[in-house]
T-cell receptor, first 112, second 116 residues
């Protein structure tokens, strides 16, 4: 079993839909939770960062962390074709914050 | 300036060649990273430099040799590579908060390497 599980997709939605992306993990030491967006043939871009549990909102994006369930989510409201990309969840432990464990990535396609 | 700049963007080399990948950041970050990414896979950590010292080497073959000349620059020297080393090589940097690193990494666009 992988430490971080993420559905690879592809996930195809119409423009304007609400998108829900999720990851589950097994390591209870994880305290830092990130979502990266990666466009084709580009480097990953940090989208959202959360420390420990809770919600964080930034524009159309909301990140949620439920440590009791070992489950994190990224919601995208009013999805746009420009949101089409691969979304990677990543997490790390408090004393090894820079040692990221990535999920496999979910490919999202938003159709006009 | 929130950029991590990598050169070259594309590199084709033979198995006997010696080449280098370069990375530069001017955000004052004190940790710099090399990752390798194969198609449809997440990035895999290769090396971490913290305050210009190699702090993590993820059992990478010696044909990959990292170098951190100063706090803004990171190189990856390549020698006697194999075709299976063809991949996207990503550089990243991060800052520390109260002496601790979080997972907030800033990635470059990557150098796409093809080994013939």
């Amino acid at each position: 079993q992988k430490e971080v599980e993420q559905d690879p997709g592809p996930l195809s939605v119409p423009e304007g839909a609400i998108v829900s992306l999720n990851c589950t993990y097994s390591n209870s030491a994880f305290q830092y939770f990130m979502w990266y967006r990666q466009y084709s043939r580009k480097g990953p871009e940090l989208l959202m960062y959360t420390y420990s549990s809770g919600n964080k909102e930034d524009g159309r994006f909301t990140a949620q962390v439920d440590k009791s369930s070992k489950y994190i989510s990224l919601f995208i409201r009013d999805s746009q074709p420009s949101d089409s990309a691969t979304y990677l969840c990543a997490m790390s432990a408090y004393n090894a914050g820079n040692m990221l464990t990535f999920g496999g990535g979910t490919r999202l396609m938003v159709k006009p | 300036d929130t950029e991590v700049t990598q050169t070259p963007k594309h590199l084709v080399m033979g198995m006997t060649n010696k080449k280098s990948l370069k990375c530069e950041q001017h955000m004052g970050h004190r940790a710099m990273y090399w990752y390798k990414q194969k198609a449809k896979k997440p990035p895999e950590l290769m090396f971490v430099y913290s305050y210009e010292k190699l702090s993590i080497n993820e059992s990478v073959p010696s044909r990959f040799s990292p170098e951190c000349p100063n706090s803004s620059l990171l190189n990856l020297h390549l020698h006697a590579l194999q075709p299976e080393d063809s991949a996207l090589y990503l550089c990243a940097s991060s800052h520390s908060k109260e002496g601790r690193y979080t997972g907030e990494l800033f990635f470059g666009e990557g150098s796409r390497l093809t080994v013939l």
